[in-house]
């Protein structure tokens, strides 16, 4: 799956439940990111890492968490606090912070049933 | 921060024809330029980036051209093929030291008409 790789494929999520999306990837970059993707609005950062046991928020970072306490792994957790969960989550990583475009992971699709 | 603005939303061709896509940033140092293409239920793939170095960069049928003064960049396709049909994404981003991470735009809606 190009060395990026997401799972589950598709989540479906109670209300008031937290659910945790794994991003593993093997092609050692440092950095790693979640996107959110929404019909017409593009893709918006969630939060990033630059290097392990390190991570920044992005634009749309509330009702969301995450980890990096390995370089190969990255998941992101949505919790009870947001309250529009339904979307596209995308991973991608890149070899250092700014250089060369992103490998993405192949997506989750998250529904609030 | 950083902002991508992207035109048109949707962009409808006939098969042969050129097709092209523009994005403004607001960051003057942003400084890396990709262009995502995205099929449906796919994940984002990159077809061409530009630094802020240079002008202009062409692959075969896509060019990308950067004009650092305005602020902006655009995304040429000629000779337009049914399979070009997809969303492409813009992206932005400054160098290490800042925050580096692409911004992306909003997304262009390439038909292709056989």
């Known amino acids: 799956d190009g060395g990026i790789t997401q799972s589950p494929k598709y989540l479906f999520r109670k209300e008031g439940q937290n659910v945790t999306l794994s991003c593993e990837q093997n092609?050692?970059?440092?950095?790693m990111y979640w996107y959110r993707q929404d019909p017409g609005q593009g893709l918006r950062l969630i939060y990033y890492s630059q290097i392990v046991n390190d991570f920044q928020k992005g634009d749309i970072a509330e009702g969301y968490s995450v980890s990096r306490e390995k370089k190969e792994s990255f998941p992101l957790t949505v919790t009870s606090a947001q309250k529009n969960p339904t979307a596209f989550y995308l991973c991608?990583?890149?070899?250092?912070?700014?250089?060369?475009?992103?490998?993405f992971g192949s997506g989750t699709r998250l529904t609030v049933v | 921060g950083e902002n991508v603005e992207q035109h048109p939303s949707t962009l409808s061709v006939q098969e042969g024809d050129s097709a092209v896509i523009k994005c403004t940033y607001s960051?003057?140092?942003?400084?890396?330029f990709p262009w995502y293409k995205q099929e449906l239920g796919k994940r984002p793939q990159l077809i061409i980036d530009?630094?802020?170095?240079?002008g202009e960069k062409k692959d075969q049928r896509i060019a990308v051209t950067l004009n650092k003064t305005a602020k902006h960049f655009s995304l040429h396709i000629t000779e337009t093929q049914p399979e070009d049909s997809a969303v492409y994404f813009c992206?932005?981003?400054?160098?290490?030291?800042?925050?580096?991470?692409?911004?992306f735009g909003q997304g262009t809606t390439l038909q292709v008409k056989p």
């Open positions: 991608a990583s890149s070899p250092r912070e700014g250089v060369g475009g992103y490998t």
């Open positions: 530009i630094r802020s170095n240079v």
């Open positions: 960051d003057s140092a942003s400084n890396y």
């Open positions: 092609l050692n970059h440092d950095a």
């Open positions: 992206a932005a981003s400054t160098p290490p030291g800042n925050t580096g991470k692409l911004i």
